[in-house]
T-cell receptor, first 110, second 115 residues
């Protein structure tokens, strides 16, 4: 059965304290791994798409990487405005549906 | 680019009434639209997938007669919650993708409260 697991469930960081969020997946035929940011009471905001092992994408303080079993979202020198829930999702062959992980709630303290 | 809107952003209704939620892709043609439901501190749960001009495909456990989905054009899909009950209270989010693209772009969500 296709499965996506995110860890940790929640993370508190001091401003400037870099860290990584994990998204582990077990799927047959990966057709894309997606990272989204969701603020409370809002819809998810697209961040990155990764397709193959070794691929990396960067945007400001965020960097996403992909291996054959997991993806990491690295946050460098985070700021309070980076506080949000970060969701990863995968798309498998034969469908455009996503399988979402449960998310990581990130809180960055000033 | 890739902006998706939802209307209304929040709605309160009485038990037994029906509520319609609109999802529009503002600057692209949405080949496929998805409807999700999200409970507090939980991830998104896919309810159904709709393709323009055809019937929606519902996920297991989602009542198609209760959650009516219409995708009449390439920029508009609607979700109607019929005979709403308090347990239908939730955050409903739509997303859209266009042909040739992998990514789904999400609307801002609609908070439904059924009294």
């Amino acid at each position: 059965e296709d499965q996506v697991t995110q860890s940790p469930e929640a993370l508190r960081l001091q401003e400037g304290e870099s860290s990584s969020l994990n998204c582990s997946y077990t799927v047959s035929g990966l057709r894309g791994l997606f990272w989204y940011r969701q603020d409370p009471g809002k819809g998810p905001e697209f961040l990155f798409t990764l397709y193959s092992a070794g691929e990396e994408k960067e945007k400001e303080r965020l960097k996403a990487t992909l291996t054959k079993k997991e993806s990491f979202l690295h946050i460098t020198a985070p700021k309070p405005e980076d506080s949000a829930t970060y969701l990863c999702a995968v798309r498998t062959s034969g469908t455009y549906k996503y399988i979402f992980g449960t998310g990581t709630r990130l809180k960055v303290l000033a | 680019g890739a902006v998706v809107s939802q209307h209304p952003s929040w709605v309160i209704c009485k038990s037994g009434t029906s509520v319609k939620i609109e999802c529009r892709s503002l600057d692209f043609q949405a080949t496929t639209m998805f409807w999700y439901r999200q409970f507090p501190k939980q991830s998104l749960m896919l309810m159904a997938t709709s393709n323009e001009g055809s019937k929606a495909t519902y996920e297991q456990g989602v009542e198609k007669d209760k959650f009516l989905i219409n995708h009449a054009s390439l920029t508009l899909s609607t979700l109607t919650v019929t005979s709403a009950h308090p347990e239908d209270s939730s955050f409903y989010i739509c997303s859209a993708r266009t042909s040739g693209n992998n990514e789904q772009f999400f609307g801002p969500g609609t908070r439904l409260t059924v009294l």
